[in-house]
Every structure is written in C-alpha cells, then in structure tokens.
C-alpha cells in the first residue's frame, strides 16, 4: 500500500480513538447529553467531510467511467444522511424555525416525515455498493462468499427483529410511538447494506492486498457500527449511558466512511 495511504489509515485511527477516549473519559465530569451532542457535531462535521471527499472523487471520474454512477449514488447518500443529522441539530439545540414548530402539518412532516431521510440515504448507498459488486462480479474472477461472510450476514438478520423485541419488552408507552417503526425499517435496510459491504470487502481480499480490501472493509466495518447504533438506542434507559454508546458508533461509522471515500480519491489521484 502506498505510504501516503498508509499514513492517512493511521491519522484516521488515531483521530477515531482519541475522540472516542475524550468522550467517555469527560462524560465522568459532564453530563452526558452535552457530552453526547458535542460528540455529535464531531460526528456531523466529518460526514461532511466524507461528503465533500466522495464528491471529489466523483469529479476525478471521465462522464462514461463505469464506475461514476455507484460513486454518484454513495455520495448522494452521505448527503441525504449528512441533511437528516442537520435536522436533528437542529432539535437538539431547540433551533427549528417557528414557521415550522408554529404550524402542526410542518411540524409532522419535519419530525416524523425527514427522519425517513436515514432510509432513503440507505437506499442511495445500497444503489452504489450493488452497482460495485456487480461490477466486481461481472469481470468474471468468480468471487465466492467465504464461512465468515456468511455467519456474518446470517448475524445481521438477526438485528431487526432483536430490535423490535427490545424495544417492545424495555419501553412503555414511548413518547414517539413511530420511532419503534422507524427503528426497525431503519435497522433491516441497514443490514442489506452491511451485508453488500462485507461481499465487497471479502471480493477485494479475494483479489490479494492492497488499498481495496481496506476501503471496503472500513465501509462494511461502519455499516456494522451504524446497525449496532440501532440497538443501542433500542435499549434506552435500561442501558447506562445508552445515547453515548449509540452516539459513539455513529462515530465510527462517519470516520469509516470518510476513511473510505478519502483512500478511494487517494487512489484516483495517483492514478
């Protein structure tokens, strides 16, 4: 792997690391609702980050290079995931504009209605990564889904319905009671995803070393971490600290995709 490539995996881990030590070492000190959000607007500016970057490497693409449009569709999906995590800003901080708060068919279309932005970001990303592998698949290598692979995916179908049986045995009478429905839509879209990026990472190993299994591998790596947030927040008050936990993971999963998408323009770059 090229050195350049090497020093920004490490940059990543150790800048992944340290926040995640900060937060869990001040949340002693702190409450932790203001450690939560300030780890969130971390979280926020590195999906932009990662936006800006898979952008980037979309524009380094020829209009006709066949692997355009699944770059397309990935960055058009840390978009919509970047202007969901802006609405809930918004919220955390009490910042919704009174045009929107005042008037009640706003006010549902901006509270239940754009949460359903995650889904739809879900949706682009799988569009990308299914046009990867199908791209992988079609150069006729005869990539194979390894034990592990399967173990993994046969985990993950698993998640919804843990879930929904969390949320269902732990809650009572939740405020939002859509936010259950959400969860579950949300958490078996995103195993579809994690299952696609773990066929990449074990087609690019399959392939031998270099850059590719580590960019598809932090990608499977940070879809695993985004559906593990769901069950996180499924536990609620019965897990101490449940909203650091669920917060920590969408860390991991940010800094996985702008890992991802910054080794893949490293890689247009040089070539």
């Known amino acids: 792997m090229p050195p350049r490539l090497v020093a920004l995996r490490r940059g990543a881990l150790v800048a992944w690391t340290l926040a995640l030590a900060v937060a869990w070492t001040v949340v002693a000190f702190v409450p932790v609702n203001r450690v939560r959000l300030g780890l969130f607007v971390a979280t926020l500016v590195v999906e932009a980050v ?71 970001a879900d949706v682009a990303l799988l569009v990308g990564l299914g046009h990867t592998l199908r791209g992988l698949r079609s150069t006729g290598l005869g990539f194979r889904l390894r034990p592990v692979d399967v173990v993994v995916m046969l985990s993950l179908v698993t998640l919804p319905i843990g879930v929904h049986a969390l949320q269902a045995w732990l809650h009572e009478g939740p405020a939002d009671p859509n936010i259950m429905l959400f969860r579950v839509i949300s958490t078996a879209v995103g195993a579809v995803v994690t299952a696609v990026c773990v066929a990449l990472a074990s087609a690019a190993l399959q392939m031998g070393g270099g850059a590719w299994p580590w960019i598809w591998g932090v990608a499977a790596a940070a879809a695993i971490a985004r559906v593990l947030a769901f069950v996180a927040a499924a536990t609620g008050p019965a897990l101490p600290h449940a909203t650091l936990v669920e917060q920590s993971l969408l860390w991991t999963f940010a800094c996985g995709w702008l890992l991802a998408a910054a080794m893949h323009r490293r890689l247009l770059a040089a070539g």
């Open 50 to 120: 990662a936006v800006a970057t898979a952008f980037a490497g979309r524009r380094a693409l020829a209009a006709d290079d066949p692997g355009r449009p699944a770059l397309t569709a990935i960055a058009v999906g840390l978009s919509l995931r970047t202007a969901a995590e802006v609405r809930l800003l918004l919220m955390y901080v009490d910042a919704v504009p009174s045009v929107i708060r005042d008037d009640p068919r706003l006010w549902a279309v901006f509270f239940f209605g754009l949460r359903y932005l995650y889904t739809a």
